[in-house]
């Protein structure tokens, strides 16, 4: 009996939260760095509902809207937590270490992202690379001006395996000319297609055995780990 109930505990662990408690664990780490959340999503869900009320009203029927504007103010809600939870899960990462690619693992069907920056200086500088059918994005992570020659030696790696492959090139950061973390997935989305599934499949061969060749956290200073900036993928899509 005693093992039952120990099993049973362990499948409890081991059970994925439902969807309030997924929502409550979103809630309070979006109330960490916007504390104001809980009267947004209050004044929103208050104000989608009684527009319905009104309407009901209006039209001599405001039972049956009092309902419809329940479910979609839950709607109107969740839609804004999602929102919100995502920027905070970026704020959340701001000036780490490797938040770049934190940024690029958050797309999501049709790229090919690597998991670890594929060049690094002492500096932190990184770079991050992902493949798709806009061909192949260097998303960078450092000023301009030293992130410009890690970009140059990686291009030069890339003519050789992969040559005529459209290579785009996305730095992260608050200057002009820069992207914000929280738009690099759209900004990536957003390239112009070139190439096939077939031609996709063929690049990211040889890229692989360009990995191979070498080992891409050459030049990354130690006591860096860019997998600890990743964010809340649950979270930042408000589930």
Do not use: C
């Not at 999501?108 to 998991?115: A, F, K, M, T, Y």
């Not at 900004?187 to 040889?206: F, I, S, Y």
């Amino acid at each position: 009996m005693a093992d039952k109930r120990e099993e049973k505990k362990k499948k409890k662990k081991e059970r994925t939260p439902g969807t309030f408690a997924q929502m409550k664990q979103v809630y309070q780490m979006t109330k960490k760095s916007d504390p104001k959340i809980g009267w947004v999503l209050s004044l929103a869900a208050l104000g989608t509902l009684l527009v319905f009320i009104l309407i009901g009203v209006a039209l001599g029927n405001w039972i049956t809207f009092l309902i419809l504007g329940l479910g979609a103010a839950a709607v109107v809600a969740m839609l804004i937590l999602s929102r919100r939870a995502e920027a905070a899960a970026f704020s959340q990462i701001e000036g780490q270490p490797g938040r770049s690619g934190a940024a690029m693992n958050s797309v999501r069907r049709g790229w090919q992202v690597e998991e670890q920056p594929v060049a690094a200086n002492r500096n932190q500088d990184m770079v991050f690379r992902a493949l798709g059918r806009p061909g192949i994005v260097l998303v960078t992570e450092g000023p301009h001006s030293r992130v410009n020659a890690l970009v140059s030696t990686e291009k030069k790696h890339l003519n050789r395996v992969a040559p005529g492959v459209p290579v785009h090139v996305i730095e992260t950061g608050h200057d002009e000319g820069q992207v914000e973390l929280k738009d690099v997935v759209k900004t990536m989305n957003k390239l112009p297609k070139a190439l096939t599934q077939q031609e996709v499949q063929a690049v990211g061969g040889r890229l692989k055995t360009l990995n191979h060749m070498r080992n891409p956290m050459n030049g990354l200073p130690k006591g860096i780990d860019p997998m600890r900036a990743r964010p809340d993928r649950r979270a930042m899509r408000g589930r």
